[in-house]
């Protein structure tokens, strides 16, 4: 047997594995249909067939669905340090029945709680943490605030603006949404949009104007979510780089403000499957408060029924 590492990508649905980890193992039942498919992510895309095999995350079995990889583009797959992509979207995005672990996990009732939970951590201080079927409440420092998933597939909320400080933008009078996502590293939207936003906050590249920069406001209908300036702007060498990239994702899905990295680690946040919602508290990093339960070497924990 082989032991691999997984990405989680809430924007995805399906199991992804690399084919090298698959070549290396021996998996008692593994089978490989003939239908194959190809996947695009928002950098780089992989080719694989469809396979059927046990899928065990921490201890967590289901047997299962998922792809194996027979071709991967160089960008980013050929630096990245994991094996394969566990994606924990809504079934409704899934490639077919069956492809998504979490679904399996809801439906066999197998978890305390039909929900997940995600901490991103801040430094080489603390662990990240994926924890399936409960919520840990240390890892928070605020109450969590719900908001409603308005179009299942991708974990989304509605948003009513953007704000600059107290300035609201005016982006959102047809409607924004906004979709949370482990597999994004900068905080997304629509082009056009970033464009304005980039504008408006007209950051030096020198970093001079650094102090002056006003938090990033994501007003959804029943919450206010705020980025500081250090969440939002890379420093590095005397030099500062806006953590904002635009994507444009079509319609039905897009088009949506996708909130990366600096998001999460900000907030702890839950995705609720039985309600159909999505749960945010500030974050509490390393050095804030002691952790009286902490994290062990793995990142991924699961509460069972």
Request: negative net charge; charged residues 25%.
């Amino acid at each position: 047997s082989s032991s691999s590492s997984s990405s989680m990508d809430r924007d995805s649905t399906s199991f992804l594995q690399g084919s090298s980890s698959i070549i290396s193992g021996s998996s008692r039942g593994h089978k490989r249909p003939r239908d194959s498919v190809t996947i695009t992510f928002g950098t780089g895309q992989v080719t694989g067939v469809f396979s059927r095999d046990q899928v065990c995350v921490s201890g967590l079995c289901s047997r299962m669905n998922f792809i194996t990889a027979t071709n991967e583009s160089d960008d980013p797959f050929k630096d990245v340090p994991f094996d394969g992509i566990l994606g924990l979207g809504l079934p409704q995005l899934s490639e077919a029945q069956d492809f998504s672990y979490m679904d399996m996990l809801v439906r066999k009732g197998m978890l305390k709680r039909n929900l997940f939970s995600v901490f991103f951590a801040q430094g080489d201080q603390e662990q990240s943490e994926v924890l399936f079927g409960d919520i840990r409440e240390e890892r928070m420092t605020s109450p969590l605030s719900w908001a409603p998933v308005t179009n299942p597939g991708f974990w989304q909320v509605s948003m009513r603006d953007l704000a600059l400080g107290k300035e609201s933008l005016g982006f959102c009078e047809r409607g924004c949404q906004v979709a949370l996502d482990t597999g994004t590293s900068l905080l997304a939207g629509p082009t056009r949009l970033i464009r304005k936003l980039v504008e408006k906050l007209h950051l030096s590249i020198d970093c001079s104007n650094y102090h002056e920069l006003p938090n990033v406001e994501f007003l959804l209908d029943e919450v206010s979510l705020h980025l500081t300036p250090s969440d939002y702007v890379d420093r590095s060498d005397g030099s500062c780089l806006l953590g904002f990239m635009g994507l444009d994702i079509p319609a039905p899905r897009g088009p949506v403000f996708i909130l990366g990295d600096p998001f999460l680690r900000r907030y702890y946040t839950v995705y609720d499957r039985e309600h159909l919602r999505v749960g945010f508290a500030l974050a509490r990093h390393a050095g804030e408060e002691e952790d009286p339960h902490p994290s062990e070497d793995a990142a991924i924990e699961a509460i069972v029924a």
